[in-house]
């Protein structure tokens, strides 16, 4: 069984403070990662993507991955109230997965004023 | 472009009946899922489609039955709805390849009593 794995929080943060989410995964030939955002009532909306060992930034978000750690992380920069969501991290295993996701539970995040 | 497509929004059954969840997509994408969200448990695999005429079985299947007669369509048949059930469905589509992630539907919240 595949897994991927997140500490489902909740995450409290400052207001322009970094916020820093986690997640580990079991499958270790796994080829793609990626942080969704889903606001309470909403549907996941896709926020970074990454392939590679590294960092990949967009905007506030950095995206890290250790594939020999088997770990990948989100951070947000200058963190907004407006980032108040549940961050779920989602692994493709690559091969023959018929570009299936394994979902971690997810971190709720809440950034106060 | 109205991306993926879920109807209803909401439903509310009683035990034993049976429903069809409407999804559709405009992207021309080959590969389609139905994802179950649980409060604090994440996105479950129920069925997922590589094409028209093929489906196959994801993580929870029991309890479902999917279609898939065109590319754009692929419906989600619950048949003797259990209060087990009750949770929030989610299609989504992709290219397939695990390079790009997925577009979601805005589910269909369902309650089984």
């Known amino acids: 069984q595949k897994e991927v794995e997140q500490n489902s929080g909740p995450l409290s943060v400052p207001e322009g403070a970094i916020a820093s989410l986690n997640c580990t995964y079991s499958?270790?030939?796994?080829?793609?990662f990626f942080w969704y955002r889903q606001y309470s009532g909403k549907s996941p909306e896709l926020i970074m993507s990454?392939?590679?060992?590294g960092d990949k930034e967009d905007g506030r978000f950095t995206a890290q991955l250790n594939k020999a750690s088997q770990y990948v992380s989100l951070l947000i920069r200058d963190s907004q109230p407006s980032d108040s969501a549940t961050y779920l991290c989602?692994?493709?295993?690559?091969?023959?997965?018929?570009?299936?996701?394994?979902f971690g539970q997810g971190t709720i995040l809440t950034v106060h004023p | 472009n109205a991306g993926v497509t879920q109807t209803p929004k909401f439903r509310i059954l009683k035990i034993g009946q049976s429903m069809t969840l409407q999804c559709t997509q405009d992207?021309?994408?080959?590969?389609m899922y139905w994802y179950r969200q649980d409060p604090g448990m994440g996105l479950k695999l129920i069925y997922y489609?590589?094409?028209?005429?093929?489906?196959d079985k994801g993580e929870v299947p029991n309890g479902y039955n999917v279609s898939r007669s065109t590319t754009e369509d692929f419906p989600l048949r619950l048949e003797l709805a259990a209060p087990s059930q009750t949770s929030v469905y989610f299609c989504?589509?992709?290219?397939?390849?695990?390079?790009?992630?997925?577009?979601f539907g805005s589910g269909t919240r369902l309650t089984v009593v």
């Open positions: 989504a589509s992709s290219y397939g390849t695990g390079d790009y992630g997925y577009t």
């Open positions: 499958d270790r030939g796994s080829q793609s």
């Open positions: 990454i392939y590679s060992n």
């Open positions: 989602a692994v493709f295993a690559g091969g023959t997965s018929y570009g299936k996701l394994t």
């Open positions: 992207m021309n994408h080959n590969y």
């Open positions: 489609s590589v094409g028209a005429g093929i489906t």
